[in-house]
Structure formats: C-alpha cells, structure tokens
C-alpha cells in the first residue's frame, strides 16, 4: 500500500463544475503539499498546510489530521485548469513523500 | 517563476555515461531537495542538502551523488547512466532544514538515456 493515496487518478469535467481531489496519508506528516504540473512538466506549489483550511482563488484545500485526509477544491473549473494534480505529505524533516497524482481535463 | 533555477533544461546521453545536473535555490534559501520523476515510479524524493551539508537521503543510488556549495547551488552527479535512469530530475528549495517549510520547485531537467 502506497503511503500517500489519491483520487480519482482521471477526472473529466465541464467547465464550470465543481471539482474534488483527495488524497489520504498514513504517514507521519508535519505538512501537506497540492502541487500542479502542467504538460510542460514544471511544478507549481498551490498550498501547504498542517491544518484547517487554506482558500487562493478558485482554489480551496482542506486537510483532517485525525483522519489523515486532505482535499483540493477547484469551484468554477476553467480548461486552464488542465494539470496534474499531486498531493505530497510532508514528513518530519522535510522529505516529501507523494502521490501519484491526479490527471484533470476540463473541457469547455 | 519559483525562484529555483535548473540546467541545462535537456540531456540525452548514452548508457554507461556521467552527467552533471545543476540547482540554485531561491535567493535565502539555505535547503535544496533532490526528486526523480518517472513513468513508472512517479516522484521520487532522492536527496536533501542544507547549508552544505547532507541532511536526509531517500530512494538514491549508489551512482548518483550530489552535493551542495558554499554559494548553496547544488549539483546531481549521475554516473553509469543505465535507460532506467532516464527521467525527469526536479529540484527544490526551502528557507530551512527546520519544522515545515514549503518548497519550490525548479522547472526541471529531462534526462534522455539512449
């Protein structure tokens, strides 16, 4: 089993939906990180966070300690939005365990 | 632009090869992150430098080393390339080794093993 679990591993949206990304965790985390890679392979830092909730525009994340969970929230979905969406639990010290990641199309 | 610098931006080399991948971190920074991303093996962290010294090794191996200058960029030496070896190496930077930072990410070197 895999440390850092995410779905969907494909998601397809209209634009405008509404999106969820999830992402569960058994490690040990002082942090979680939403990352953004885009076709052209560069990664984007969207969020961390060790608690509660973070909001920058369109874009909402949520973590749950107790229950090892996080979710990424894209209201409004845009095709610029298209990208790959990877959750990294950060673990004690800073090494970055990740997911695999997860493949969003939005089509207008 | 995160502020993390990588070169050169592409690589192909041949097997049995040695190649030299440079970072230099966002201005302040003192942490530099390793990772490999693969088809096969997605992200990958492979090492952590701070202020010049090694500070956590993950899944790296024994022909690939790294180190960090005393200007803090950081070079991947990757030796007796193997196909496997070819990847995507991205490099990251932190304010400090310390608690929680959040890293930034360079835009990467693709590396092309013939």
């Known amino acids: 089993k895999n440390e850092v679990e995410q779905s969907p591993q494909n998601l397809t949206a209209q634009e405008g939906e509404f999106i969820t990304i999830n992402c569960s965790y058994s490690?040990?985390?002082?942090?979680l990180h939403w990352l953004q890679q885009h076709p052209g392979g560069g990664i984007v830092s969207l969020f961390m966070?060790?608690?509660g909730k973070k909001k920058h525009g369109r874009l909402i994340a949520t973590i749950n300690i107790q229950e090892k969970h996080s979710s990424l929230h894209i209201t409004a979905s845009h095709p610029r939005d298209s990208a790959v969406y990877i959750c990294?639990?950060?673990?004690?010290?800073?090494?970055?365990?990740f997911g695999a990641g997860t493949i969003l199309r939005v089509k207008s | 632009d995160s502020g993390v610098t990588q070169t050169p931006k592409h690589l192909i080399t041949a097997t049995g090869q040695r190649v030299t991948l440079r970072c230099s971190p966002r201005?302040?920074?003192?942490?530099v992150y390793w990772y490999q991303q693969s088809l096969d093996q997605g992200l990958q962290f492979l090492i952590q430098?701070?202020?010049?010294?090694?500070?956590a090794k993950g899944n790296i191996l024994e022909r690939f080393s790294a180190q960090q200058f005393p200007d803090l960029h950081s070079e991947l030496n990757l030796s007796s390339l193997e196909l496997g070896d070819s990847a995507l190496y991205f490099c990251?930077?932190?304010?400090?080794?310390?608690?929680?930072?959040?890293?930034?990410f360079g835009p990467g070197t693709r590396l092309t093993v013939l």
């Open positions: 490690v040990g985390i002082s942090a």
């Open positions: 990251a930077s932190s304010a400090s080794g310390e608690g929680y930072n959040e890293q930034f």
């Open positions: 990294a639990a950060m673990e004690y010290g800073n090494k970055l365990v």
């Open positions: 201005s302040g920074d003192l942490s």
């Open positions: 430098y701070y202020n010049g010294e090694e500070r």
């Open positions: 966070l060790s608690s």
